[in-house]
């Protein structure tokens, strides 16, 4: 099967940032869009950046079984959606999955084999600053991410892999690294 890779850290450590760069550096790497109820972000379109479902759209995934995992994440609910990972897998397509950790940690439970790999933030300075300076969310919307910030980074230790989100460049570089050695290994 193919290999599905997770990113996993706090909102704000620049997953998404260095997913693109990653993606960019190996094109056969393809991201999962997720499904979410939170509110689009101005620019945000549905179908590319997340499948924005309403409470009860996302209510009737779960109880389909539609999703691998599924969280809440400071009061609103983001979900990979299996067909979104399948049917990449099927056809022998490495997957990102961009998650939290409880999302993180139901794929390690179902999906043993996915490599999953922590993002870690300089300082959690450079997390606030990061979360401000990008001006996507309230100002009581950054406070809940950071409160959440220390639990999530209370759990890196539970994570094989660690790359931390001080030089961008280089840690593009280190996951380059990281997948690459996966999938080489694979094919090897
Ligand atoms: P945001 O609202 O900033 O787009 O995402 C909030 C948090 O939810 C981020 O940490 C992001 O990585 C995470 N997230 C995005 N998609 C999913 C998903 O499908 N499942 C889980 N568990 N978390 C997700």
């Not at 609103?76 to 959606?81: I, M, W």
Request: charged share 30%; hydrophobic share 40%; aromatic share 4%.
């Amino acid at each position: 099967m193919a290999r599905v890779f997770v990113i996993t850290g706090p909102s704000g450590v620049g997953k998404g940032t260095l997913i693109r760069g990653l993606l960019a550096r190996i094109p056969e790497l393809e991201l999962s869009v997720s499904a979410t109820t939170r509110e689009p972000r101005p620019g945000e379109v549905d179908g590319v950046d997340y499948h924005f479902l309403s409470e009860d759209e996302f209510d009737r995934k779960v109880k389909a079984g539609a999703f691998v995992e599924h969280a809440a994440y400071s009061g609103r609910r983001y979900g990979t959606l299996r067909s979104e990972l399948e049917r990449r897998t099927a056809a022998g397509i490495p997957v990102v999955l961009e998650i939290e950790v409880q999302g993180a940690r139901q794929v390690r439970q179902s999906l043993p084999s996915a490599v999953q790999v922590f993002i870690v933030p300089p300082s959690e300075q450079a997390l606030r600053e990061r979360l401000v300076g990008r001006g996507t969310d309230a100002p009581e919307e950054i406070e809940r991410r950071l409160e959440v910030a220390e639990r999530e980074l209370a759990a890196q230790g539970e994570f094989p892999h660690k790359v931390m989100n001080d030089r961008q460049e280089e840690a593009v570089g280190q996951l380059e690294r990281l997948v690459r050695a996966e999938l080489d290994g694979e094919a090897g």
